[in-house]
């Protein structure tokens, strides 16, 4: 038996298929009957939820399924500077040795949409950049 199986909880060690429907409610199973991880689970939908669902916020949310494993946003986090460069080269390194164990298998990706006032505003400024240098038409 590898060193991984022996960290997979007993009921999962046979699961092939994780694209499977059955794999699904399994996994649902255990984070129900796991009072933390249904603790967690709970707060970060029930927060997710009231973050998009405030009248004056119009959010594009978009889900992202990684097949091959997601890594840790590290530029996103960190800055696109050396120190996350090198710490997202680790991660993608990790993933490779264990992708269930280092990657994220899901992402959610939240981003407002831009307001009419912020549309104007880049319209005025892109039109302007034009003006300077002798684009404008």
Same mark, same amino acid.
């Given at each position: 038996?590898?060193?991984? =199986?022996?960290?997979? !909880?007993?009921?999962?060690? =046979?699961?092939?298929?994780? =694209? ?16 933390? /991880? ?6 970060? +939908?029930? $927060? ?11 959010? /594009? @949310?978009? !889900? ?11 530029? !996103?986090?960190?800055?696109?500077? @050396?120190?996350?460069?090198?710490? !997202?080269?680790?991660? /993608? ?5 264990? *992708?269930?164990?280092?990657? +994220? $298998?899901?992402? @959610?990706?939240? *981003? ?17 950049? *034009? $003006?300077?240098?002798? *684009?404008?038409?």
């Amino acid at each position: 038996m590898a060193f991984l =199986d022996l960290l997979k !909880l007993p009921e999962t060690r =046979d699961i092939k298929n994780l =694209d499977d429907p059955a794999t699904t409610l399994l996994h649902a199973k255990i984070v129900r009957s796991k009072a933390l /991880l249904k603790k967690l689970y709970s707060n970060f +939908y029930r $927060q997710f939820r009231s973050a998009i669902n405030q009248p004056d916020n119009k959010v /594009l @949310v978009e !889900l992202v399924i990684g097949k091959f494993g997601l890594p840790a946003p590290f530029p !996103l986090a960190l800055g696109k500077g @050396v120190r996350a460069k090198i710490l !997202l080269l680790i991660n /993608l390194a990790l993933i490779a040795i264990s *992708k269930g164990l280092f990657s +994220y $298998q899901i992402a @959610v990706i939240a *981003k407002p949409l831009p307001t009419l006032e912020h549309l104007l505003d880049d319209a005025f400024n892109t039109g302007i950049r *034009k $003006q300077r240098m002798g *684009k404008a038409e």
